[in-house]
C-alpha cells in the first residue's frame, strides 16, 4: 500500500487549499483515511477523518472550515481547507488503515504554509 500526498504550498490567510492523497496498491474503500498535520515544534495531530462507509471526524476547532471526502472510484482522499490562517501551517500527512491487518500506512507528508 502506497499513499502519494500532494497540493500543499504557500497560501494567503483567508485562502483555501485542497490536498489530495492517492492510494494504491489496494483498493481505498476498504481503508479507514485521516490526513494529520505537524506544525513546527508540536507533535502530530489528527485533523480529520472518513471511515470506509464515508462517517466523517474531525478536529474541534477545524469543524466548518475544513472538509475530508472521498472518491473511491478515483482511489483518492481529499482535504479541502478554507479559510486557512498561520496555525494551519505544517506538513500535511494523509494515513490509511487497514482493518484486515490492523495496519496503518502513511504517506510523505505534504508542506503548507499560509501567511500572514
Known amino acids: 500500500v502506497q499513499l502519494q500526498a500532494s497540493g500543499g504550498g504557500l497560501v494567503q490567510a483567508g485562502g483555501s487549499l485542497r490536498l489530495s492523497c492517492a492510494v494504491s496498491?489496494?483498493?481505498?474503500?476498504?481503508?479507514?483515511m485521516g490526513w494529520y498535520r505537524q506544525a513546527p515544534g508540536k507533535e502530530r495531530e489528527s485533523v480529520a477523518s472518513i471511515s470506509s462507509g464515508g462517517t466523517t471526524n474531525y478536529l474541534d476547532s477545524l469543524k466548518g472550515r475544513f472538509t475530508i471526502s472521498r472518491d473511491n472510484a478515483k482511489n483518492t482522499v481529499f482535504l479541502q481547507m478554507n479559510s486557512v490562517n498561520p496555525e494551519d501551517t505544517g506538513i500535511y500527512y494523509c494515513k490509511a488503515h487497514y482493518s484486515r491487518n490492523n495496519r496503518d500506512y502513511w504517506g510523505q507528508g505534504t508542506q503548507v504554509t499560509v501567511s500572514s
Open positions: 496498491g489496494i483498493i481505498s474503500g476498504m481503508l479507514e
